[in-house]
């Protein structure tokens, strides 16, 4: 990936993911979620991860942040103020961010080879075959482990949503 | 070029912009958002390491991430709803009961 | 390098204007084709001035319709309502109508065009990964909707917004499997090469369409995505006589007009997809890329050319006379009830699609194809 391109595409992901924990209305921290989602899908292309990007488009941006979206929703939230006051917790966490981000970059912007040049990969590098074909051989027992967690999952979201009889009758719009 | 060394630095600032998040709101959709944003961050290193060691491993991997995220967003997201009907309130700072 | 970033942009701008223009023709087929259904003569007052019809000559009626009706659109007052979020109320058409737009970058609507030395590929961006492409950019067509229904602040309009958001992730998972079921069929994720793998004939004279191959899939493709286009029987997240307009409600002008180009934009889409996948594409029965070989076995040769303008042709043939389908449906068709709708979705085309994905897979191994 050039790299103007990436300094490009890293610039609007940090600035989004500002505006994900800095804004003051939930939506529009969601759609800076979304933005910075798009973002790092089209950094998972940029590094040859083609099916992962584009799977990272359907599934998250498409599907978990609509979800998000519901559940706002049904909540009605409105525009909330940032906490106003505990000056010192802010100061200390934002402090606390900077260094760490600090350290990380000190640590990660030298490491050796082949973490520090961008080397070709195979053309068929992310294609949706050769993930397959990962996916079904060494890592089958993951797989078949995450269905019965996604059905858990499904089972589990609508056991806690549900209204019980008591509470009144089930909201359905 | 870019080197996959860059899109872990890039991993870093967005994981402690995450972390940030978390500690910094009180509202719990905000909160779980910023996670949201940490796992993807995580993501993003993961997929950098595939590529510097030309495995698919790093692929895979997200997928499961990618999936897992996904489970537990809709469980969060129905733990939030359950506790909104209790408290009529999403601000972390109220849910203090079992405080000493 | 520069000649064919040139190349690339020009085919971009191509398929742009292609389907901007065949989106508003749509909007005067759709009148004067539901006037007809309705044994009405529809609209026929637009005059350019008026000097024609005093000259004798026949009222240009498409020309006309085509012109007034944008005008009018643009022209008018644009009001953000009292309390609205001015920023997604400005935003939300355009949000709905970049996925649109931009999954047309996949959709092939020739051969290969020879030109000279440059053997240019007419589709916009040759991805080898287009199925997944286009999930990816159907499923982000939900925010621009949600977010015109929120932000106008009005209580029908959510409703309307909501409603249209449950609907179109529901029959995108019908939509993704009959895709899926595709892919398993024709082997890969590419749409030029699902094209090409489309040439050729069965018994000497039956075109290899892939709607023989694969009706059940058509069926479902077409219903989902008519559902996904919110388009009558499925429209009542913009339900004309419950909703007032659903979710774009409190929208007037320009970005009115934006969110019915979508609606229309969306029929092309669709009719496009349907093109692509099952009716071999830009493939004309019987013509191959050295001229037409019959079933007689006579055979005429062509020039490239005329090969690939041939392709173009019968491609856009075939886009319109589907999007005609979609429209003829939609003045015969009933309006479904909105727990019909989602009944029909969950309970009937999603166990339907994945049933013929497992029936697919079944054919495949056992026939070993």
Same mark, same amino acid.
């Given at each position: 990936m050039p790299l103007w391109l990436f300094i490009f595409l890293a610039a609007l992901s940090i600035i989004s993911s500002l505006g994900v924990i800095l804004q003051r209305h939930p939506v529009h921290s969601l759609l800076a979620l979304v933005l910075t989602l798009i973002v790092i899908a089209v950094l998972f292309i940029g590094l040859g991860a083609t099916t992962v990007g584009f799977l990272q488009m359907i599934v998250y941006a498409g599907a978990i942040m609509v979800l998000f979206l519901f559940v706002i929703w049904l909540l009605n939230l409105q525009s909330q103020p940032l906490e106003a006051g505990r000056l010192a917790l802010k100061l200390i966490g934002a402090l606390g961010s900077a260094a760490l981000i600090a350290e990380l970059l000190a640590f990660v912007l030298h490491l050796p080879a082949p973490l520090g040049h961008e080397h070709p990969v195979a053309p068929d590098y992310g294609s949706i075959g050769r993930l397959a074909q990962g996916l079904f051989s060494r890592y089958l027992i993951a797989f078949e482990i995450t269905s019965i967690l996604l059905l858990v999952g499904v089972i589990g979201g609508v056991a806690l949503a549900r209204r019980t009889a008591a509470g009144g009758a089930g909201g359905s719009m | 070029m870019a080197p996959p060394s860059y899109f872990m630095g890039l991993s870093a600032i967005l994981f402690c912009i995450g972390v940030a998040g978390v500690m910094l709101r009180r509202n719990v959709i905000i909160i779980f958002m910023s996670i949201e944003l940490m796992l993807n961050a995580v993501n993003l290193a993961f997929v950098a390491l595939g590529r510097a060691w030309g495995s698919v491993d790093g692929q895979a991997i997200v997928f499961f991430v990618m999936t897992v995220a996904a489970a537990e967003a809709a469980v969060g997201l129905g733990i939030i709803l359950a506790i909104f009907r209790n408290r009529a309130t999403i601000n972390a700072d109220e849910f203090n009961l079992m405080r000493w | 390098m520069a000649i064919e970033l040139l190349i690339g942009a020009i085919k971009a701008i191509i398929v742009l204007v292609m389907v901007l223009q065949l989106s508003a023709i749509l909007l005067?087929?759709?009148?004067?084709?539901?006037?007809?259904?309705?044994?009405?003569?529809?609209?026929?007052?637009?005059?350019?001035?008026?000097?024609?019809?005093?000259?004798?000559?026949?009222?240009?009626?498409?020309?006309?319709?085509?012109?007034?009706?944008?005008?009018?659109?643009?022209?008018?007052?644009?009001?953000?309502?009292?309390?609205?979020?001015?920023?997604?109320?400005?935003?939300?058409?355009?949000?709905?109508?970049?996925?649109?737009?931009?999954?047309?970058?996949?959709?092939?609507?020739?051969?290969?065009?020879?030109?000279?030395?440059?053997?240019?590929?007419?589709?916009?961006?040759?991805?080898?990964?287009?199925?997944?492409?286009?999930?990816?950019?159907?499923?982000?067509?939900?925010?621009?909707?949600?977010?015109?229904?929120?932000?106008?602040?009005?209580?029908?309009?959510?409703?309307?917004?909501?409603?249209?958001?449950?609907?179109?992730?529901?029959?995108?998972?019908?939509?993704?499997?009959?895709?899926?079921?595709?892919?398993?069929?024709?082997?890969?994720?590419?749409?030029?090469?699902?094209?090409?793998?489309? %040439? *050729?004939?069965? !018994?000497? +004279? /039956?075109?290899?369409? &892939?709607?023989?191959?694969?009706?059940? =899939? @058509?069926?479902? #493709?077409?219903?989902?995505?008519?559902?996904?286009?919110?388009?009558?029987?499925?429209?009542?997240?913009?339900?004309?006589?419950?909703?007032?307009?659903?979710?774009?409600?409190?929208?007037?002008?320009?970005?009115?007009?934006?969110?019915?180009?979508?609606?229309?934009?969306?029929?092309?889409?669709?009719?496009?997809?349907?093109?692509?996948?099952?009716? %071999? *594409?830009?493939? !004309?029965? +019987? /013509?191959?890329?050295? &001229?037409?070989?019959?079933?007689?076995? =006579? @055979?005429?040769? #062509?020039?490239?050319?005329?090969?690939?303008?041939?392709?173009?042709?019968?491609?856009?043939?075939?886009?319109?006379?589907?999007?005609?389908?979609?429209?003829?449906?939609?003045?015969?068709?009933?309006?479904?009830?909105?727990?019909?709708?989602?009944?029909?979705?969950?309970?009937?085309?999603?166990?339907?699609?994945?049933?013929?994905?497992?029936?697919?897979?079944?054919?495949?191994?056992?026939?070993g194809v």
């Amino acid at each position: 990936m050039p790299l103007w391109l990436f300094i490009f595409l890293a610039a609007l992901s940090i600035i989004s993911s500002l505006g994900v924990i800095l804004q003051r209305h939930p939506v529009h921290s969601l759609l800076a979620l979304v933005l910075t989602l798009i973002v790092i899908a089209v950094l998972f292309i940029g590094l040859g991860a083609t099916t992962v990007g584009f799977l990272q488009m359907i599934v998250y941006a498409g599907a978990i942040m609509v979800l998000f979206l519901f559940v706002i929703w049904l909540l009605n939230l409105q525009s909330q103020p940032l906490e106003a006051g505990r000056l010192a917790l802010k100061l200390i966490g934002a402090l606390g961010s900077a260094a760490l981000i600090a350290e990380l970059l000190a640590f990660v912007l030298h490491l050796p080879a082949p973490l520090g040049h961008e080397h070709p990969v195979a053309p068929d590098y992310g294609s949706i075959g050769r993930l397959a074909q990962g996916l079904f051989s060494r890592y089958l027992i993951a797989f078949e482990i995450t269905s019965i967690l996604l059905l858990v999952g499904v089972i589990g979201g609508v056991a806690l949503a549900r209204r019980t009889a008591a509470g009144g009758a089930g909201g359905s719009m | 070029m870019a080197p996959p060394s860059y899109f872990m630095g890039l991993s870093a600032i967005l994981f402690c912009i995450g972390v940030a998040g978390v500690m910094l709101r009180r509202n719990v959709i905000i909160i779980f958002m910023s996670i949201e944003l940490m796992l993807n961050a995580v993501n993003l290193a993961f997929v950098a390491l595939g590529r510097a060691w030309g495995s698919v491993d790093g692929q895979a991997i997200v997928f499961f991430v990618m999936t897992v995220a996904a489970a537990e967003a809709a469980v969060g997201l129905g733990i939030i709803l359950a506790i909104f009907r209790n408290r009529a309130t999403i601000n972390a700072d109220e849910f203090n009961l079992m405080r000493w | 390098m520069a000649i064919e970033l040139l190349i690339g942009a020009i085919k971009a701008i191509i398929v742009l204007v292609m389907v901007l223009q065949l989106s508003a023709i749509l909007l005067w087929f759709e009148r004067k084709g539901s006037a007809l259904i309705q044994d009405r003569i529809g609209a026929n007052r637009a005059a350019l001035t008026g000097v024609g019809r005093r000259l004798g000559m026949p009222n240009l009626g498409f020309v006309n319709t085509l012109m007034a009706d944008p005008l009018k659109l643009f022209t008018k007052e644009d009001f953000v309502p009292a309390g609205a979020d001015k920023f997604l109320h400005a935003m939300a058409p355009f949000l709905a109508m970049f996925p649109v737009l931009i999954t047309f970058a996949v959709v092939p609507f020739g051969d290969v065009l020879i030109i000279g030395n440059y053997h240019i590929n007419l589709q916009a961006a040759h991805l080898n990964v287009a199925a997944l492409y286009i999930l990816a950019t159907i499923g982000l067509g939900v925010y621009g909707v949600s977010l015109g229904g929120w932000a106008s602040n009005n209580r029908w309009a959510l409703l309307g917004g909501i409603r249209a958001t449950a609907q179109m992730i529901s029959y995108e998972l019908a939509m993704g499997l009959a895709i899926v079921s595709m892919v398993m069929t024709y082997g890969t994720l590419d749409l030029q090469a699902m094209c090409h793998a489309q %040439g *050729g004939v069965w !018994f000497g +004279w /039956l075109p290899r369409w &892939g709607i023989f191959v694969q009706p059940v =899939a @058509f069926l479902l #493709l077409l219903t989902a995505g008519m559902a996904e286009s919110k388009r009558v029987p499925f429209d009542l997240p913009e339900g004309e006589s419950e909703l007032i307009a659903g979710y774009f409600t409190e929208y007037s002008g320009g970005k009115q007009a934006v969110f019915m180009l979508v609606d229309f934009a969306e029929i092309v889409l669709v009719s496009a997809l349907i093109t692509t996948f099952f009716f %071999g *594409g830009w493939q !004309f029965p +019987w /013509l191959y890329p050295d &001229g037409f070989h019959l079933p007689g076995g =006579a @055979f005429f040769a #062509l020039p490239n050319l005329a090969v690939a303008i041939i392709g173009i042709v019968s491609f856009t043939v075939k886009v319109v006379a589907l999007c005609w389908l979609q429209i003829l449906a939609r003045w015969t068709l009933p309006r479904f009830r909105y727990d019909q709708l989602m009944r029909l979705g969950w309970k009937g085309l999603l166990p339907l699609a994945l049933a013929n994905v497992v029936a697919t897979a079944c054919v495949i191994v056992v026939g070993g194809v």
